[in-house]
Each structure stands twice: as structure tokens, then as C-alpha cells.
């Protein structure tokens, strides 16, 4: 899987929003971009994924930069239970690539009450 | 709850002992995969299963780690001898097998401890 770099942490207060941003400069042109969080003390967790187009979910909404070499993860009001570490990661979606996740260190998200 | 589970949630053992971890995936999913977390780190991958066949090693897995998934249902995984540098988070996750870029729905882990 390509790199993704992220920044090692950020702060939100409780009830803003919240945008996570992902570079990825050497994505292909068939790599999904993926996002999964790790709540402390727990597995990882999916949230969201997108290839071209902007995508939203419950949990989350995935903004990808027209050039694809960027993405970023948008929630829409931090809670205290969104505190958690962030994962960006790229994924092959046929052909060349493995099957398991490239997990980088993530963003650690703090929320602040 | 993601519907993966993992068997036992901790473990202390001293060094030079074997462990033994199990992991029951989400019941129709065909892939399963084992990851090993240290602290301050993302997990690393260290194995990956078609069912119950074993497809992919990374080089973490040293000759003292050995996985199975009888029957392509749970899978285990063992550590023989183990020392003090494998003291982590090992965590299992599972998917449907239908396409290469799907969602893995991880277990809660087992967290490792070797005095």
C-alpha cells in the first residue's frame, strides 16, 4: 500500500467540527482511501472509504481532493467518544497489492469538554 | 461489538513459556488476518488466511509464531518460547473475501504481557 502521512495529533473542542487531513501524493489511480480509528484500549474500527468522489456516512464525511493526492476526514460534531487515534491508509482495490492494512501512526484526536 | 472475538483478552506468562491466542471471526467472513500492536504504534500485519488456507506471511512472524485456521473457521495463533519483545496487543480482524479493498471488522484483541 502507498504512504499516507498524517499529523501526529490534534484538539477539538466538543461539539465543533472536526477535520482530519491526509496526504497521499503517491496514490494510484485504483486505491481506495480508507479511514479507521482505534478508541484507547480497543481494535481498530472502520469509518469511511472513498475512491474519487466525496462520501458520507453516520459516523463521518470523507472529502478527497480533486487531484486525489489528498483527503480529509470531516466529523461533523466532535464528541468526547470520538477521542481517539485516526488512520489514513490506502488500499489496492485489484490487482497488485495485498490484502492487509498498512496502519502508519495515526492523529491522535483529543476532545476537549 | 463487531462481532469478532478474541480469546483470552489478556495474558501475563513469563519468558520461555508458550502462549496461545484464539480468534472466532465474523461467521460468514472468508478472510482473516492477525496483526500485532506495539505502544504508540499502529498495528503491524503478521498473517493473513483464505479460509483455511494460509496465503501471506510478513517477516515479523518469526519461526517462533505459528497460525492455524482449522477448517476455515477460528483461527489460533501460538508463540513458542516467548521473550520480553513480544510483550503487545495481537489483534484479529475479518472480512467477506469478495473484493481486495473491503472493510476489516477487528476483535477487541489480547494484550500480551512477558515478564
Known amino acids: 500500500d502507498a504512504k499516507t502521512t498524517q499529523p501526529n495529533s490534534m484538539e477539538s473542542n466538543e461539539e465543533e467540527p472536526v477535520h482530519l487531513p491526509c496526504n497521499h501524493s503517491t496514490i494510484s489511480g485504483t486505491d481506495y482511501i480508507h479511514w479507521y480509528r482505534q478508541l484507547p484500549s480497543q481494535g481498530p474500527e472502520y469509518v469511511i472509504h472513498g475512491l474519487t468522489s466525496n462520501v458520507n456516512n453516520r459516523m463521518a464525511s470523507l472529502a478527497i481532493a480533486e487531484d486525489r493526492k489528498s483527503s480529509t476526514l470531516i466529523l461533523h460534531r466532535a464528541t468526547l467518544r470520538d477521542a481517539a487515534v485516526y488512520y489514513c491508509?490506502?488500499?489496492?482495490?485489484?490487482?497488485?497489492?495485498?490484502?492487509?492494512?498498512?496502519f502508519g501512526k495515526g492523529t491522535k484526536l483529543s476532545v476537549i469538554p | 461489538d463487531t462481532g469478532v472475538s478474541q480469546d483470552p483478552r489478556h495474558k501475563i506468562t513469563k519468558r520461555g513459556q508458550n502462549v496461545t491466542f484464539r480468534c472466532d471471526p465474523i461467521s460468514e467472513h472468508n478472510r482473516l488476518y492477525w496483526y500485532r500492536q506495539t505502544l504508540g504504534q499502529g498495528p503491524e500485519f503478521l498473517t493473513y488466511?483464505?479460509?483455511?488456507?494460509?496465503?501471506?506471511k510478513s517477516r515479523l512472524l518469526s519461526n517462533r509464531f505459528s497460525a492455524e485456521r482449522p477448517k476455515g473457521s477460528f483461527s489460533t495463533l501460538e508463540i513458542q518460547r516467548t521473550e520480553q519483545g513480544d510483550s503487545a496487543m495481537y489483534l484479529c480482524a475479518s472480512s467477506l473475501g469478495t473484493r481486495k479493498e473491503e472493510t476489516q471488522y477487528f476483535g477487541p484483541g489480547t494484550r500480551l504481557l512477558v515478564l
Open positions: 488466511f483464505q479460509n483455511e488456507a494460509q496465503l501471506e
Open positions: 491508509i490506502l488500499r489496492a482495490r485489484s490487482g497488485a497489492g495485498s490484502y492487509q492494512l498498512t
